[in-house]
């Protein structure tokens, strides 16, 4: 499909989302859109699938003006979008989830389950997206169900497909997996809009770039030519520092120390198997791994979220293990945890009261159970000043920041209380470029103050970046630490289980 | 290379000249898109189930809203009163041969109609003190369920609630003889207020540890005390000894709540009354307790995640709204009826709930909407007394209401506010799927 | 959406047009124009309008005024049945009839003294909830005179009138009715709530059936009451309670069942039709014709409220006042037995004989009507 979109303008009351923004899409093209949170990528492309209605500009197919009225029309014109978050009904089975509303019947319209089932099974094999047509959608892994919704829009006969952060929610395999699904649609001859803000991805996969800021294209890329520092520079709109400068590590006594830590789920499932390694004070100690190998729970057991089942946790020399979440925050560890939006912050409460949400009670912000708004406010002015958290005010609500600047608000936070030890888990992840930038700079200085700081990271080069000592995990075990330099192969092949011995004994040590 | 827009204002970054886009300016522009998203987003989490949403619906929607859905059924039920009064139907039947007819049947019917609410309910001393007796046991269950609404649970049982601490301050009220006022009064409203909080601690509990939901638990709490109620009226603990009817002895004059004036029913209750909702407000909006319940309400996961103990909290909520809904029942036996009977909880736990939600969950909101009630409640006597309108009129104000502010984007698509665009979409779409 | 929205309004402004396009009143009569100050003086749903009958012998400027409690006068029970004997009043009497609905106990002590500052020649009040609020407004107004249905007090007032019923005397006629056409030689009830109002029914009831045993040397057997305790549904409103109810005591054999717990009992005819056979003794009024079911109502032991309230404004208006316990009873037809209808064959003709003894007996007082009394 050929696709052009030309002087696109959207405004919200207040703000211009759009701004005479011209795009072309050739047929067969994977067409990156690069832009920062904000920057209007949403927008377009719910004015593209008919959600919204552009205020001024058209829509060209195949030269043709295209009228939308809503998603309806958007996939009658053969263009498809897959949410960021899926529009499945999660209790029906993966065929009557892409065959919904285009339902195969028999006379009396009694639905032919076979056929569906047998169409949807095709249809994968062929895509390259292989499911299972009759498992029910509730109970497939993340990865899986964004196939199912990539498999609906193609049903439809999508020409063009619109991707929406695709890879947010996958592990590193999973999006290897669906870039080779979509090299085969573009071989198909269909057009990909692929959006993401991640600098690589877009390397990785897009025949062009285009980048938006502030509702506006700022430029047009080569990915074989451009820079990711280029992209970086163009997409935030100012020369911006990819590379972590960091002094050497200054080592001292152990503050962490986990011996034989064993974790199971409800089901007796062992998710952290007979886990060892220190954390001293004055070293950053990053955890790598692909996302489901046990990280998670080897954070939330570090951090009292989590029971731990045996093995023993101890923070300065006091055991920690089997002490309440809040005897373990107080204890002097600090925690930014890896789902912001969940764990971290509560969206409608202000700026201000997030920063104080784990020393509630703790004086000076309470006094005879009685909130001390005064200090609150005044702590919160302190240190949005001091973490640069861009906020209109300190009552704002902190759902109301930008995606950067709520991890700001955590980790200002978490850093600013008196703590010995810092577990980072994915800092930076849903974060603009210029947030990643501060909060490295940010889990740097706090290395330098003194802290033991765990770093837990599914990105590769954060954990290179930043790291001390580096130790992998693969399922529920863990291996490592080992100091840094270790190269990012090595990494990368004990990352898929191999024997750390035969992977280091190549390095140059 | 990159190819570039020649009305980039960034500039050439790659070559490091000179940065157009200053560090302030973007974190100008940063801010400026907070505000925009502060005045536009609904917050949810991904993912929120049906009481979630409906809870942050509630308490979400705006002032102008909540004014627009009393205007609105106070306008729709004018509507009513018009077309079931016999002259106006008769009037429009012949509209296009005189149309100045129907309209003018319809205003003076709806017209004197509302004249005698207000008048019943402000017009003068009387009506005033009716008010506020209306008004003393709405304002409490409102509580009632305001602040569990806060920790994200739908108290249903306020009207059980109600009823445990009535039977229980009534009991303490008549069965305790010969102590002085100071003292037999008080300890009997206590045994009202302790009364309401066992039974709201009771689904609190269940929810906390066993995951009953509170809505469920709390419907059955209120048959089984409706029930328990009728059963123990008519036994010789409560009944009156010398008559067989199903009604309690009289509560003591000691325990009865002194009335401000000779022949007006308003009585010290209502200092009780407010005296609570200003524990209630510095409770739920100034103490760290109050703070725990928000964010438990809130976001149950960052409040456990930030050390705070969800299960406990939701235990001391709905105890602190089965207090207050016993409370009102202590206000209701000890202030005004001075005796127990079958069904003398007359559904004002149930009215808390709309209350509640016509307060948005806010303490001074519930206050607000327990005086407005209470106002219908008195003007409404006084309407069906004096136009013959039925009393049912002001329960289907209070009905609409409800549909109203359950449904904001009604209110919004009627009255065209624009501001809340964006939310009003995000939250319905929430609510269908 | 946008489309839908104006098909619908497109459809109720046809509507609309439709209906309006009726002729104007001539402009000379006012009637028209004056009609809505002459209805705001009355109730809304009040039965005169709706029935309009023949213009009353003569008006009398006599306030005729009701207060009920929580039921309001559409409960199909005793407030309902105390307000048509207002309204007929109103029709045979040519007084005013008004009425003020309570919604909670908090209502009663304002609805009341409403009526007393509006200036009620007659206040009536319903049910035994009323009585402390009624017997307090009647003390601090000596002159205004009050009556309270199903209510006695132990103190007499000079105007106020305690309107209550001998219900065990029509119920005993009906349970002897009953044991002598009951082919299974089983019959039923159920209550509502175990409280006295309720319990003199059933307790007539059992009397009548033990009184047709000893007479006839027959050995009928009631289910669900035996003097003391019994079936009770628990509330007044659960017409799938009386379904259940009705099927236990259908089960256990019984053809012929007396529900007294007002709209519950529409269960038990609900069951019944189900079930295939069975009969029915309905309560306070004759249901065969007050219900849908006419065709099950073996009988019914009626409590004519109506009745003693039309009797009582009668009185006043008449200047015949007296305060006082006023006691329906079958003597002074305050309650009675209802017609077979129906069943008129199917009732033995000896037992229809019977009847009018044993009416007799009991006015004279010959025959007792307390269960106690027989074994």
Known sequence: ?509 | MTDRHEDDPAGDPAESGPVALSEAEVARQEIEAAKEREAAITHLEPGAGFGKRFVAAVTGTSVLVTILSFVAAIVIGGVIIALTEPAVREAFGYFFARPGDAFREAWDVVSAAYVALFRGSLGGRAQISETLVSATPLILTGLAVAVPLRAGLFNIGAEGQLIAGGMLAGLVGFSVTGLPLVVHLPLAAAAGIAGGWVYGWLPGVLKARTGAHEVISTIMLNNIARLVTAWMISTTLFRRPDRSDPISKSVEASAQFPRFVDGLRVNTSLLMALGLAVFVFWLVERSTRGFELNAVGLNARAARAAGMDPDRTVIRAMATGGALAGAAGAALILGLQHRLTIGFSAGLGFDGITVALLGRGRIGGTVAAGLLFGALRAGGRSMQAQTGTSLDLVLVIQALIIVFIAAPGLVRAIFRVKADDLATGQVAKGWGS | MKTTRRMFAAAVVGALVLTACGDAPEEETPDAVEEPEATDEETEGDPAEEEPTEEPAEQTDFRGCLVTDQGGVDDQSFNQTAWEGMVRAEQELGITADVLESTSEADFEPNIQEFVTQGCDLIVTVGFLLGEATEAAAQANPDQNFAIVDYAYDADYDNLRELVFGTEEAAFLAGYAAAGTTESGIVGTYGGINIPPVTVFMDGFLAGVRYYNQENGTDVQVEGWDGSDGLFTGNFESQDDGRNFTDQLLQAGADIIMPVAGPVGLGTAAAIEDFGSGMIVWVDTDGYESTQYGALMLTSVMKNMDVAVFDSVQAAVDGNWEGGLVVGTLENEGVGLAPFHDFEDTVPQEVRDALDGLRQGIISGEISVDPADYS
């Not at chain 1, 759902?399 to 810092?422: H, M, T």
């Open chain 1, 1 to 509: 499909m050929h696709l052009e979109l030309r002087g696109i303008t959207k405004r919200f009351p207040g703000v211009v989302a759009n701004d005479a923004v011209d795009l072309v899409v050739e047929p067969g093209q994977v067409h990156g859109l690069l832009g920062e949170n904000g920057a209007g990528k949403s927008t377009l492309m719910n004015i593209l699938y008919g959600l919204y209605r552009a205020d001024e500009g058209e829509i060209l197919v195949d030269g043709q003006p295209l009228e939308l009225d809503g998603p309806g029309d958007a996939i009658a014109a053969g263009i498809g979008m897959v949410h960021q978050h899926f529009m499945l009904v999660p209790v029906f089975t993966v065929a009557e989830n892409i065959l919904l509303g285009v339902e195969r019947t028999h006379q009396l319209g009694r639905l032919d389950r076979a056929r569906s089932s047998r169409e949807v099974r095709e249809l994968a094999e062929r895509s390259g997206l292989p499911v299972d047509p009759d498992a029910i959608v509730e109970d497939l892994a993340v990865g899986v169900q964004q196939r199912v919704e990539i498999l609906k829009a193609l049903y439809r006969d999508a020409r063009l497909l619109i991707l929406d952060e695709p890879t947010a929610v996958l592990t590193p395999q999973e999006a290897d997996d669906l870039f080779e699904a979509i090299r085969g649609f573009t071989a198909e001859g269909r057009s990909v809009i692929f959006i993401s803000h991640k600098l690589r991805e877009h390397r990785a996969i897009a025949d062009r770039i285009s980048v938006l800021r502030r509702g506006r294209i700022v430029g047009t890329a080569d990915p074989r030519t451009a820079t990711e520092q280029e992209l970086a520079n163009l997409m935030v709109g100012r020369p911006v520092e990819l590379v972590v400068d960091k002094p050497r590590a200054q080592p001292q006594d152990i503050v962490l120390d986990v011996t034989n830590l064993v974790v199971q789920d409800l089901a007796g499932t062992t998710l952290v198997d007979d886990v060892n390694f220190e954390v001293r004070r004055g070293e950053i100690v990053a955890v790598a791994g692909v996302e489901g190998n046990g990280q998670t729970p080897l954070v939330r057991a570090l951090t009292g979220l989590e029971t731990i089942l045996s093995g023993d946790v101890t923070v300065s020399g006091v055991s920690v293990t089997g002490r309440t979440r809040k005897d373990v925050l107080r204890a002097g560890v600090g925690h930014v945890p890896e789902d912001r939006a969940h764990d971290g912050l509560v969206a409608d409460f202000s700026v201000a009261e997030n920063l104080v949400l784990n020393l509630w009670d703790a004086e000076p912000f309470a006094k005879h159970a009685t909130l001390q708004f005064r200090e609150i406010d005044a702590h919160a002015k302190r240190l949005v000043e001091a973490y640069d958290v861009r906020t209109p005010s300190t009552a704002t609500p902190a759902g109301s920041l930008s995606g950067g600047n709520q991890q700001k608000l955590v980790v200002a936070r978490e850093f600013d209380r008196p703590i010995d030890l810092l577990v980072a888990s994915q800092p930076t992840r849903g974060v603009d470029v210029g947030s990643i930038e501060y909060i490295h700079r940010q889990l740097v200085a706090k290395r330098d103050q003194g802290t033991a700081v765990l770093l837990v990271s599914s990105e590769l080069d954060e954990v290179l970046a930043l790291a001390d000592r580096v130790a992998v995990m693969f399922h529920g075990r863990l291996v490592g630490p080992f100091p840094m330099p270790v190269s990012k192969e090595a990494v990368g092949r004990m990352m898929a289980g191999a024997d750390p011995d035969e992977v280091l004994s190549g390095e140059p040590r």
